[in-house]
Nanobody, 120 residues
Framework: QVQLVESGGGLVQAGRSLRLSCAASGSILRINTMGWYRQAPGKQRELVAS???????NYADSVKGRFTISRDNAKNTVYLQMNSLKPEDTAVYYC??????????????WGQGTQVTVSS
């Protein structure tokens, strides 16, 4: 069984920064791509950023230049540094990981979500 636990959300003023963390645990052999998604009220869940096992990042246009994704493979952890936050960044942020478990099953796993609220 694999679990993803997010932390680091909260309420901040526009222009400030937050750092999200997501730690994966359980019967993990390897984690492929890890990513952050977000869902605002009344909107569909969207990709914010992702990073391959080798460290290659990918960003949504709306966060390029403001957000940075990184990962620590030894800790099975992915981070999202969010700078210059805007009110439109307000959403529940979800961690996602493509995990190969110790039985060689491959599956997508999600965290429980962490609320990020940016006030104007």
């Amino acid at each position: 069984q694999v679990q993803l636990v997010e932390s680091g959300g909260g309420l901040v003023q526009a222009g400030r920064s937050l750092r999200l963390s997501c730690a994966a645990s359980g019967s993990i052999l390897r984690i492929n791509t890890m990513g952050w998604y977000r869902q605002a009220p009344g909107k569909q869940r969207e990709l914010v950023a992702s990073i391959t096992n080798g460290g290659s990042p990918n960003y949504a246009d709306s966060v390029k230049g403001r957000f940075t994704i990184s990962r620590d493979n030894a800790k099975n952890t992915v981070y999202l540094q969010m700078n210059s936050l805007k009110p439109e960044d307000t959403a529940v942020y979800y961690c996602n990981a493509g995990v190969v478990d110790t039985k060689l099953f491959v599956d997508d796993h999600w965290g429980q979500g962490t609320q990020v609220t940016v006030s104007s």
